[in-house]
């Protein structure tokens, strides 16, 4: 499941935060969830440390971007052995301080994954996915 994905990056200390539909479903929603949406920090040395914790998790590491591409890409996706991974690289530069602000840390697997308020998840998918926010997107 994507879910597990995210407790791998949390254990890899990486700075980011879980939205979207596993968000959602972290937080009792019955939602189906296909991959783990992930708002990363954009402070360098993360982002650094996503390079090195991307190219090691993928299944496909060639296939991973060069750092010193990351500020100017909107997104990564990265297939791995949990699911797939997309990590929101323009949404870390935008929205960082208000999703990180109400965030909460959930325990997954071994790891604490911190996950955007229901509120905020939904928000997000409603701007980007035109999800209705009943649960049924």
């Known amino acids: 499941m994507p879910v597990r994905a995210a407790a791998v990056l949390a254990a890899e200390d990486l700075s980011f935060l879980l939205v979207g539909s596993a968000a959602l479903w972290l937080h009792g929603e019955s939602i189906t969830v296909a991959d783990a949406d992930v708002v990363i920090d954009p402070a360098a040395q993360n982002l650094s440390r996503l390079g090195d914790v991307l190219t090691r998790m993928a299944l496909r590491p060639w296939a991973v971007p ?50 955007a308020a229901p509120a905020d998840a ?4 409603r701007r980007f996915k035109g999800g209705s926010g009943n649960g049924r997107t």
């Open 122 to 125: 939904w928000a997000l998918r």
């Open 66 to 115: 060069s750092v010193r591409d990351f500020p100017l890409l909107p997104l990564i996706s990265a297939t791995t052995s949990y699911g797939k991974i997309d990590c929101l690289l323009e949404r870390g530069r935008v929205h960082w301080e208000w999703l990180h602000r109400c965030a909460v840390p959930i325990p997954v697997a071994d790891a604490s994954v911190l996950v």
